[in-house]
């Protein structure tokens, strides 16, 4: 089997190659039937079918045809084929340092297992190397990303805008996590001067691309004969292959033609007038070897057959733009989309901090907050009842009083702002236990950036662009697994704005408002429940369930729970819920910064990073206590904070105990 032909060879075409592939029957099916020869691939492991699920389900809704999922292991293979989504794998005949050694990777998180993770980067290598050989061109993208709209026609050299003509020659066309707009033009380099993600990339089936696979597929097959793979991955060998040697501007001679040939009425000119925004071409200036047959099956091969045919080409390279194939800093943090009033055509959800090596919890998180996680069953938006928030969680004495204290520059004024955001969000989750519901997340915001690196005006150093305070993810701010074991449950922000949420939840709402403090006993005004100043949660919960029509949404104002009184009906209750919420709204995120910090830290520990964060204080452990509580803090700031925490590190080891 080889790709459908379309329009004229182009220059370095391969000469098409029988696939190779063991092919399931949904692939048979695809790969006969598909009218283009753009092929969507993407690779998996055991440890991530729900995220088969929800890459299948956004390249199905752009209506491609040409899709397949390459198996990286049996169960996966097997999986697609009980699931019936096209797949593929490597023949048994494949070469040693392909596979993984036995009874690893089929159930774990296979990116914790360094030896693991490049031994399934030299098998991605022969699998795609197979579909381009066989004329297919690969549009490669991770199982962490999502596509929102067609980008093969701003991909085909005919129909592309004229900013992305001349990328759509490439052999090559890399993504990248560059979080600096700067970086992304003709006097950044076009991104050629940062890192290359392997999340998303772009093969022709030219010679070029498949050399530059084999020459990837080489360097990782070294390092596992040497034994060299802690701490390494596909993804720092791919930089290696493209860019150790050099990359240069591709010269201007042929490049018309090149347009011309493939259809583009404006070639001429577009070459000889190109505007700023067109992105540039780049190529290799050394050459790399092309070999028609694939290196697994000559590894494979006995050593008495004859020599491959072999040449030295060269290749060129193009990259993707940051704002139209976004990473999930320039997505979900900088949100350079919205900013240019465009959808870009995917996101990878990279730059996320609450990954575990039983699941990939941030990943799932940003999706679904962002209505893009297509897996949840429907159980998940039509069982249970939510409480809501609406306004914001901060007061401006909140936000003056951090600003007052620090500099934008400094982190602890965003871990002092946060310190009123936790303390609003610990007395929403005592509602939702009180009265029985799963707290709707409200929209966060953060002063300061989150990096593993050190901070620059509380951005990424390479940043410049970021507004503060931002909207920012839940894994900025929280251990996610920690809100799953305190069972403390929740629903992402956008809960009531997805579809798939039904009318049967998202009308059925009841407001609580609040009274003078001499109002009566609770009572009913049409479809709003009203209390009065210091009435405890327990109160409301029992007038909720006294009504005889029960709704599914309870909407309060996120500054009225300050006037309210934190009692969940028993000492018992209130202590059961601050173990929980003592877990789930403490986190420990260290921020550094280029900068020197005015007053300094109390203490200098950790190389003088701030850190967060403090969970709030616990509630009062009596109803009279509580009610006292709720009259104090109607007028005052009640969260006590004079210094984010000092933590110390244990030893050698990663780890660290925080006062």
């Known amino acids: 089997m080889v790709a459908p032909a379309r329009g004229a060879p182009r220059p370095g075409a391969v000469e098409p190659l029988p696939l190779g592939l063991q092919l399931n029957e949904a692939a048979k099916k695809v790969l006969g039937a598909a009218h283009d020869r753009t092929l969507f691939l993407t690779f998996g492991s ?64 296979y990116r914790m297992d360094h030896e693991l993770f490049l031994r399934m980067g030299v098998q991605k290598a022969d699998l795609l190397g197979a ?29 592309a805008p004229d900013r992305a003509a001349l990328m759509a020659l490439a052999d090559v066309v890399t993504a990248s996590d560059a979080v600096d707009v700067s970086a992304d033009s003709e006097a950044g380099g076009w991104l050629t001067r940062q890192e290359i993600n392997t999340g998303v990339l772009l093969f022709r089936a030219t010679k070029g691309a498949v050399a530059v696979i084999d020459e990837w597929r080489l360097r990782m097959v070294r390092a596992i004969e040497a034994k060299q793979w802690t701490l390494q991955n596909d993804q720092l060998f791919f930089n290696h292959a493209v860019k150790q040697r050099g990359l240069v501007p591709k010269p201007a001679s042929g490049l018309a033609d090149a347009l011309a040939a493939a259809g583009r009425p404006n070639a001429r000119e577009l070459t000889a007038h190109p505007a700023a925004d067109v992105r540039g071409l780049f190529q290799g200036k050394a050459e790399l070897t092309y070999s028609r047959a694939p ?76 209505r893009l996680w297509a897996v949840d069953p429907e159980s998940y938006f039509a069982d249970g009842d939510f409480l809501e928030l609406t306004g914001s969680l901060l007061r401006p004495t909140d936000i003056a009083d951090g600003e007052r204290l620090y500099e934008a520059h400094d982190p602890r004024r965003h871990i002092t702002i946060d310190a009123r955001q936790r303390e609003v969000l610990r ?204 009259t104090l803090r109607a007028d005052a700031n009640v969260t006590a904070f004079s210094e984010p925490r000092v933590c110390r590190r244990e030893g050698e080891a990663l780890a660290y105990t925080c006062s």
């Open 427 to 630: 007395d929403a989750l005592a509602l939702a236990r009180a009265t029985g519901r799963t707290l709707i997340m409200p929209e966060l915001q953060c002063w300061c950036d989150r990096f593993w690196n050190r901070l620059k005006g509380c951005r990424y150093a390479t940043d410049h662009s970021l507004p503060l305070p931002f909207r920012c993810p839940m894994d900025h701010l929280f251990f996610l697994d920690k809100w799953d074991t305190a069972k403390l449950p929740f629903r992402e922000q956008s809960f009531l704005a997805n579809v798939r949420t039904p009318p049967a939840v998202r009308e059925s709402v009841v407001e609580l408002r609040l009274e003078g403090a001499a109002a009566a006993a609770p009572r009913w005004d049409g479809s709003a429940l009203v209390v009065e100043q210091g009435a405890c949660f327990s109160e409301v919960a029992a007038a909720l369930s006294a009504r005889r029509q029960p709704s599914r949404v309870l909407r309060v104002g996120a500054q009225d729970l300050r006037m309210l009184c934190p009692w969940l009906g028993s000492a018992r209750a209130n202590d059961e819920f601050n173990k929980a919420a003592s877990s789930a709204l403490h986190h420990t995120v260290r921020f550094c910064t280029a900068e020197s910090l005015t007053p300094p830290l109390a203490e200098a520990v950790g190389g003088g990073c701030p850190w967060g964060y403090r969970p709030p204080a616990p509630l009062p452990a009596s109803e009279a206590a509580a009610r006292a509580y709720a």
């Open 46 to 109: 055991g440890s991530m079918t729900d995220f088969m699920h929800n890459w299948m389900h956004h390249v199905k809704r752009l209506g491609v045809d040409n899709f397949v999922l390459a198996a990286l292991d049996e169960r996966t293979y097997q999986f697609c084929v009980q699931a019936g989504y096209p797949s593929a794998a490597l023949p048994p005949a494949t070469g040693a340092a392909a596979k993984p050694k036995a009874g690893k990777g089929e159930a774990s998180y």
């Open 131 to 159: 579909f381009v050989r066989a004329g297919y061109d690969v549009l490669l993208s991770d199982l962490d990303v999502a596509w929102l709209s067609d980008p093969r026609p701003y991909l085909d050299p005919a129909t």
């Open 295 to 370: 290196p697994h099956t000559l590894e494979a091969a006995s050593s008495g057959g004859a020599p491959a045919a072999r040449e030295l080409v060269r290749f060129t390279l193009a990259t993707f733009s940051i704002t139209e194939f976004a990473n999930g800093h320039t997505f979900f943090v900088q949100r350079l989309g919205e900013q240019a009033g465009l959808t870009p055509f995917m996101v990878h959800t990279t730059h996320q901090f609450a990954d575990t090596s039983a699941y990939a919890l941030g990943k799932r998180q940003r999706l679904r907050e962002h």
